[in-house]
């Protein structure tokens, strides 16, 4: 069966410091990968998402970026986090295009 | 991109009793899904219609969709407390392989 694993769980950074979130999902190939941000009590915002290695589209223009360096690796990188970069993080990948998507469990990020 | 509208943004019921929850959404789509958020927690795939289907039924969900007035609408049937949770309605952002975009969501408390 296919499994998502995003990690870590919370994090707190201080402002200017770098960012590193990875994603990872096991039990499928070729799957559509995306990062998503929610601010609390809001709904999702789509930042990136890949329908390849080294495919990467962009939502928002902002001081994250993403990468792809393996077919189920997805990891938002940001070289200096802004206090405005603070939100849940949630990674997830879909099989066929417009199908249902799986999340991960997210990451709370704080940047203080 | 389109996106889609839930209304109410909060509902609050006793338990046993129905909640329904409507969403709008902007464009033509080839189909619409609903997902669940527990508190913290990523999203869960609840069911997806397609543009073809006006009803579809899963447990105690049940959901419609009309694309004339381009709305659709989650009904919980007999709700427990354990359907309290953020409900999410999403759509294709267009056509071909296109990532979800998710509206701001319905918080739905249902009291013991």
């Known amino acids: 069966s296919q499994t998502i694993h995003q990690w870590p769980a919370t994090l707190v950074q201080p402002v200017g410091s770098p960012l590193s979130l990875e994603c990872t999902v096991e039990?499928?190939?070729?799957?559509?990968l995306y990062w998503y941000r929610q601010a609390a009590g809001r709904g999702l915002q789509l930042l990136f998402y890949?329908?390849?290695?080294?495919?990467i589209s962009s939502e928002v223009p902002q001081n994250l970026s993403a990468s792809r360096p393996q077919d189920r690796q997805f990891i938002l990188s940001s070289k200096k986090l802004l206090l405005s970069d603070s939100g849940f993080y949630l990674c997830?990948?879909?099989?066929?295009?417009?199908?249902?998507?799986?999340f991960g469990q997210g990451t709370r990020l704080t940047v203080v | 991109s389109q996106q889609g509208e839930e209304d109410p943004q909060a509902l609050s019921i006793q338990e046993g009793e129905n909640a329904t929850m409507n969403c709008s959404y902007k464009?033509?789509?080839?189909?619409l899904q609903w997902y669940r958020q527990n508190s913290g927690r990523g999203l869960v795939h609840l069911i997806l219609i397609r543009s073809n289907e006006r009803e579809k039924h899963s447990g105690r969900l049940r959901v419609t969709l009309d694309t004339s007035k381009k709305s659709s609408s989650l009904l919980i049937t007999a709700s427990r407390a354990a359907d309290t949770a953020s409900y999410f309605c999403?759509?294709?952002?267009?056509?071909?392989?296109?990532?979800?975009?998710f509206g701001k969501g319905t918080r739905l408390s249902v009291i013991a």
């Open positions: 890949s329908v390849g290695i080294g495919q």
């Open positions: 039990g499928t190939s070729n799957p559509n």
């Open positions: 997830a990948w879909s099989g066929q295009p417009n199908t249902e998507a799986f």
């Open positions: 999403a759509t294709p952002e267009g056509s071909g392989n296109t990532p979800l975009v």
């Open positions: 464009t033509s789509i080839n189909n």
